[in-house]
């Protein structure tokens, strides 16, 4: 369906179409900038982060006179030089930029080096003598949990009665497993230069999601005002949550080294660093219990997630709330206990990370889908469809917020269809039954995700628009690009209203002394708000443009408009640069501010009521699997996906997040482990032992395709749908489609496994069910 106009009912030019990324040509030919590609000013200095090799305890001595003799050592400096606040925490209080006293996991920087050259501070970095007065760390979420350690009080959905119901059910089943965590691996590390200015002002380069952030926490450490501080961001390589709050220390202590000694200052960090040192998707110890009836519909669920949150709460009041919002993905609980625990351990802060807690809800619920069908001998689809949202009665979630735009039967069916869902799973059946060590298996499932912030005041976005007397157009908006396009999309937005070719927009840095007080480029949210407040700004511009039209040729303002590089004015067609040129020399401004506040939003998180989503997304995926029941070794054979983006603006990056997401939540749920030793120390810190997919993990059959929709039915941009974080949920289909594999070894036993699926746990499971298949046997030739 053709995208049209929501003023003119007309078919869009520029929004709906296959623009290519601003970028792609420079990311292919190596010459996009990134901040490492700055050139940098004249005496520039480089930094490395100094730390202990403990994980947690008093520091007892810090001796750094090796550090300060060290080869082109300029500075070397520890939290006593921070002038004013030292932390860098997005809302607690409770990270601090260098560690003073103490420290509370490995890793934690207790001194930065600034140096000539960034080999020169590493080395000097590693010369520092520090002793540590050790105490025992709390490393995994039992830890905490024994010692009823936390961050953040725990927090709890309760609708009815769920333990009574549960206990009177037809069929109850209790649970547990482990959800893994998830290392960000963006290609662009962590990031930052300071430029020091006048007068106590400064610069900050800094790859970041958040520039306003940055902002704040450099001000508040140097003792200036906001004013003073200006953050400036054209592009990252890859952020997904990781730079949505961690990237504040890294640009902290460049601006810190700037300020004290005048000269600009630069902070990359070393991958290992930058992997020891950065949060992770939040790893969790999942419990539950649900009651169901013999068709396998639910009666009611109880659930427990134990959420590792490291050593300080950064994001995790957020991100641990979306698990909540989405234990139920797609599925009506009648009576529902949700409760999450924020528990503290001596290990890195986790933090944002793409889905911000939405992936761990869902697989908890698909797990809980696919063990209800095993457990029934059923067709998972069949327990999933009978679970799924419906009309009134069975609409409103464990919150309290009623499903209005449900479309999971329509998109799901059709994508049984064009999958072949039901006679691939006979061919599998047929394909295990003969296959002694080949076992394959499928899943089909289903996303429904909530898109805004549940922070009611992040919900907001401002745009600046300048037109230019020779037609050309500048824009920019407090929305950050880390590689998903949303540059692009505003632009088109921008060309949409104006009537002008895309190559006549000019995209320019997200900076904070353009558009100020931003929210985080997250929650999936930057086109939906950035686009709104841009195509606000610009609105503003084409009104005044409508009515100097109007004045100067005595036409109707209903009979102007801008099309094709052109305005048309009643018969007569003039160029929008002509247009633009006479409204220079008439004194009508070409400039103008537009503002977006997204609406609707009413969550109280105190009294949980109210709506914390705009809207929600939906996608479903096909997954089918083969798994060696010898070594444990997977392959993912072929992906079907189809999901609802709405009106898309512009479908072939829409089409590519979808693909990025799903290969990066595949990867969290089948190759992406993390592991600590029992000090609390991260074993897996560089490539050579941390597995993301690669191109040979892509399975060569990889069907995506986009939901034919008439529209969101809320006023979003253009009627879109956001597309950033639903389709990482998408991968849960695979960790379904592995645990269906498992299960063919002994039908009725449910496999037991963690996420993620790596090879170790598929071979620890198979051997498990082979071990309790055995059993069976043995206890049924006894009966006999």
């Known amino acids: ?314 994001l995790s009041l957020g991100v641990n709330d979306r698990t909540m919002f989405h ?68 609409n409103i979630t464990p919150f309290g917020m009623q499903v209005q735009d449900n479309i999971l039967d329509e998109l799901v069916s059709e994508l049984e269809s064009t999958s072949d869902y039901r006679n691939r799973r006979k061919e599998i059946a047929a394909f295990n039954e003969k296959s002694p060590f080949l076992k394959k298996g499928l899943a089909l499932n289903p996303v429904k995700f909530g898109i805004s912030f549940t922070l009611k005041h992040l919900n907001q976005a401002g745009a600046l628009v300048h037109v230019y007397t020779d037609g050309s157009v500048q824009v920019n908006h407090g929305g950050t690009e880390m590689g998903q396009g949303l540059y692009t999309k505003v632009a088109q937005v921008v060309a949409e209203e104006f009537g002008i070719d895309l190559d006549h927009v000019q995209i320019t840095a997200t900076k904070t002394d353009k558009v100020p007080n931003t929210a985080p480029t997250a929650a999936s949210s930057g086109s939906d708000m950035n686009g709104m407040a841009a195509k606000q700004a610009a609105q503003t511009i084409k009104d005044r443009l409508t009515e100097l039209a109007s004045k100067l040729y005595q036409v109707d303002k209903t009979a102007i408009s801008f099309a094709h590089n052109k305005v048309k004015v009643g018969d007569q067609e003039i160029a929008f640069a002509e247009l633009t040129q006479q409204a220079f020399l008439e004194r009508v401004s070409l400039s103008s501010t537009g503002y977006y506040a997204t609406p609707h939003i009413t969550w109280d998180r105190d009294t949980k009521d109210g709506r914390p989503f705009l809207y929600f997304a939906y996608g479903a995926c096909c997954a089918e699997v083969t798994i060696d029941t010898l070594t444990g070794e997977m392959k993912v054979d072929r992906i079907d996906i189809l999901h609802d983006v709405g009106k898309s603006l512009n479908p072939a990056i829409d089409i590519g997040q979808i693909e990025g997401g799903f290969v990066q939540g595949m990867g969290w749920l089948t190759t992406e482990e993390l592991v600590y030793d029992d000090q609390g120390r991260l074993r897996t810190h560089a490539p050579s032992t941390y597995k993301i997919p690669t191109a040979s993990d892509i399975p060569e059959d990889f069907r995506v395709n986009l939901w034919n929709s008439t529209g969101n039915r809320e006023d979003t941009i253009y009627r879109s749908k956001a597309v950033g974080e639903p389709p990482v949920m998408l991968a849960t289909a695979v960790f379904s489609a592995v645990t269906n594999a498992i299960a063919s070894l002994s039908p009725g036993q449910v496999p037991q496994i963690n996420t993620p699926a790596t090879p170790e746990n598929i071979l620890r499971s198979v051997q498990d069910m082979k071990k309790r298949d055995r059993k069976a046997s043995v206890k049924i030739m006894g009966e006999e």
């Open 1 to 314: 369906m053709l995208h049209k106009s929501p003023v003119t009912n007309a078919p869009t030019v520029t929004v709906g179409k296959n623009n290519k990324h601003d970028s792609a040509e420079r990311h292919i030919k190596g010459t996009a900038l990134y901040i490492d590609d700055i050139r940098e000013p004249l005496g520039t200095l480089h930094l490395a982060p100094g730390y202990a090799q403990a994980s947690c305890g008093k520091i007892k001595s810090l001796d750094l006179s090796a550090v300060k003799s060290a080869p082109g050592v300029v500075a070397v400096l520890t939290a006593k030089d921070i002038p004013g606040v030292n932390d860098c925490s997005p809302a607690m209080g409770d990270d601090m930029i260098l560690a003073d006293g103490r420290i509370l996991f490995h890793g934690q920087v207790i001194f930065a080096v600034a140096a000539k050259s960034h080999l020169e501070a590493r080395k000097a970095a590693r010369l520092a003598k520090i002793e540590i007065e050790e105490t025992t760390p709390m490393v995994t979420v039992e830890d905490g949990l024994e010692k009823d350690a936390s961050v953040l009080p725990p927090y709890e959905f309760l609708r009815g009665s769920p333990d009574e119901v549960i206990a009177s059910s037809p069929n109850k089943i209790t649970d547990s497993f482990h959800i893994g965590g998830q290392e960000h691996f963006y290609l662009e590390g962590q990031i930052a230069m300071a430029i020091p200015g006048d007068d106590g002002e400064i610069l900050v380069h800094s790859s970041t999601q958040h520039p306003t952030e940055i902002q704040h926490t450099v001000a508040k450490m140097l003792g200036v005002q906001d004013a003073a501080v200006v953050c400036e961001c054209r592009r990252m390589g890859g952020a997904f949550g990781g730079k949505e709050s961690q990237a504040a220390q890294w640009a902290a202590l460049s601006a810190l080294v700037a300020h004290v000694t005048g000269r600009p200052a630069k902070m990359r960090l070393d991958r290992d660093d930058d992997m020891i040192m950065t949060g992770k998707r939040h790893d969790q110890a999942c419990h539950w219990q649900a009651g169901y009836d013999d068709q396998g519909k639910l009666t009611a669920v109880n659930v427990e997630f134990n959420s590792r949150c490291g050593c300080s709460a950064d």
């Open 327 to 394: 234990a139920d993905n797609s599925y009506y609980y009648p009576q529902a206990r949700i409760l999450s625990r924020r528990v503290m351990t001596n290990t890195v802060s986790n933090t944002a990370f793409r889905g911000f807690g939405g992936p761990q809800g869902m697989v908890f619920s698909e797990r809980m889908m696919d063990t209800i069908a095993i457990k029934l001998g059923m067709d998972p689809l069949d327990v999933r469809k009978v679970n799924f949202y419906g009309d009134e009665g069975r």
